[in-house]
């Protein structure tokens, strides 16, 4: 078993930043490839960002790319989500997600995961 926490959400202007983080407790952080997904009221959840195990591998969505920023610290059991030059359409609520998995074609599959948080909320005001 592998929790997820997620917290650094909230409410902020246009144009402003975030940084969430998502600590795991339970098996080995460092073997699991992570992920940033986030669902807005009435829509399917989404892949935002993905990262494999090593951290050497970044991989992001179209419409955040130059914008977020995804990172990983082994030590410190974290995974990271920076958020630049945020957009109203950037509002959901964002879940961290964890997979057995050093491939990086599967990250973008929601099915893929095992493990998942209980999701920030995150509102950007226009």
């Known amino acids: 078993q592998v929790q997820l926490v997620e917290s650094g959400g909230g409410l902020v202007q246009a144009g402003g930043s975030l940084r969430l983080s998502c600590t795991a407790s339970g098996r080995t952080f460092s073997n699991y490839a992570m992920g940033w997904f986030r669902q807005a009221p009435g829509k399917e959840r989404e892949f935002v960002a993905g990262?494999?195990?090593?951290?050497?591998?970044?991989y992001s969505v179209e419409s955040v790319k130059g914008r977020f920023t995804i990172s990983r610290d082994n030590v410190k059991n974290t995974v990271y989500l920076q958020m630049n030059s945020l957009k109203p359409e950037d509002t959901a609520l964002y879940y961290c997600a964890a997979q057995y998995s050093i491939r990086p074609t599967t990250l973008r599959n929601v099915n893929e995961y095992t493990y998942w948080g209980q999701g920030t909320q995150v509102t950007v005001s226009s």
């Open positions: 990262i494999l195990p090593s951290g050497d591998n970044t």
